[in-house]
């Protein structure tokens, strides 16, 4: 369906915007709403619209819309992983799900998710532009200070509890979110990791003769990588699980902010497109390594895990959940266990979260030259081979909490 004003009227008038509207007296799309390297999986464009309401005043209202790639290399990838398949189930059977839990305790808070208003099975998602409520990302490079941290760990306790209840009612389908979307291409995903690996190598090695004889150590103690990574993305029968964004970094959350502009009042999760069933460590590691201020990690720690202990146990306890609730130390072995993920991410993912993207290939190349017999060394790029000293900064760390938990 084209997104003019017949449509935009037909979505308007089954949703709440205050009054009903009268009349769509204007709407424009902008293409390429966002700059290279802050999406991968999708195209982003902006509406924008002028409403008539009943009251004879006029509003002005957006929308997000996340297309499927059409270009061939990007829309295989897209389609292969089935991502917009996971991030549009999210938003037709866990999120209003998780709305009348929240309903069902009498929980009028700002929920920490944005509202979907239509989709296209499986290629088209529109969503409200949260910039029209104050909302607005945070920047990725400067990552995120201690007031946002805690907000994160607090609304995410609340998300992964609410998750848990469905997950107990048997109410989140295994089906569509029991595995990581890795699963369907292990054989291609172990390949991707080797790559990586060895460009990494290559980096590394070049910090010195101390870095040098880590990796090799790394090497020696992780013979197949690529397996014990892989291995640790799912999860065991015995283990806390819940519904994990698998995505959770800075560039997927907005935040309100207050009268200061620099303390959050709300945030809003988005992009659900790898969200699975694991265990809480998942999106915990994830956002802490990749998002949250070095030195905010190191001198608050137990602080950030006891909010999101606090808030996981404290809604869990509204629905009377009968289970094991894991505490700060059980949270901090969880970490420990799957140390392999943040050791793995801080070379495969992360070295692109923190990049600059201004000067590198087109994605669609860079996948094109990777299919290509001949290929062509100047779409052989790697985020590894261009780091920014946020990224480099990332993986030592890693691999020192590699070292500090007995991995490597």
């Not at 008038?13 to 709407?27: A, M, Q, R």
């Not at 997950?167 to 990586?196: C, M, Y």
């Not at 819940?242 to 907005?254: F, G, P």
Request: glycine residues 6%; proline residues 3%; hydrophobic residues 40%.
């Amino acid at each position: 369906m084209e997104l003019d004003k017949n449509w935009l009227e037909t979505v308007l008038s089954g949703k709440n915007h205050g009054e009903p509207p009268v009349k769509v007296l204007d709407i424009q799309t902008e293409m390429g709403a966002i700059q290279k390297g802050e999406n991968y999986m999708s195209k982003i464009s902006k509406v924008r619209a002028k409403i008539l309401l009943g009251s004879g005043e006029t509003k002005s209202i957006g929308f997000i819309v996340k297309h499927q790639h059409e270009t061939e290399f990007m829309k295989q990838l897209s389609e292969k992983a089935g991502v917009f398949f996971r991030e549009i189930e999210v938003y037709r059977q866990i999120l209003p799900k998780m709305e009348e839990l929240l309903d069902e305790i009498g929980d009028t808070g700002v929920r920490p998710w944005g509202k979907c208003v239509d989709y296209t099975k499986y290629s088209r998602i529109i969503f409200e532009d949260l910039t029209f409520s104050g909302y607005r990302i945070a920047d990725r490079r400067k990552r995120q200070n201690l007031d946002s941290v805690l907000l994160v760990m607090r609304e995410l306790g609340k998300f992964h509890a609410l998750s848990k209840v469905l997950l107990t009612r048997g109410l989140i389908p295994l089906d569509v979110f029991g595995k990581h979307l890795w699963h369907k291409s292990e054989d291609k995903i172990a390949l991707h990791i080797n790559s990586t690996l060895a460009m990494a190598e290559k980096t590394i090695c070049q910090w010195g003769e101390e870095w040098k004889q880590i990796y090799d150590r790394m090497k020696k103690t992780i013979p197949n990588f690529s397996e014990s990574f892989l291995r640790a993305v799912e999860v065991e029968p015995d283990e806390f699980t819940v519904l994990s964004h698998a995505d959770l970094w800075t560039n997927n959350m907005l935040f309100q902010y207050g009268p200061d502009s620099e303390r959050p009042t709300s945030i809003k999760f988005i992009d659900f497109q790898l969200t699975y069933v694991a265990t809480p460590d998942r999106d915990l590691a994830y956002f802490l390594y990749s998002s949250a201020r070095p030195e905010v990690v190191e001198g608050h720690f137990d602080e950030i895990l006891q909010a999101y202990c606090d808030s996981l146990k404290g809604y869990l306890a509204k629905f009377k959940y009968e289970g094991i609730v894991p505490g700060v130390e059980n949270v901090k072995e969880m970490l420990r266990k799957r140390t392999i993920l943040t050791l793995g991410d801080s070379m495969m993912v992360f070295p692109f979260i923190l990049c600059d993207f201004s000067e590198a290939p087109d994605l669609e190349d860079i996948l094109k030259n990777e299919s290509a017999e001949e290929k062509d060394s100047k779409l052989e790029w790697s985020a590894m081979e261009h780091l920014s000293i946020e990224a480099e900064n990332v993986i030592k760390a890693s691999f020192k909490r590699a070292i500090a938990h007995g991995l490597i």
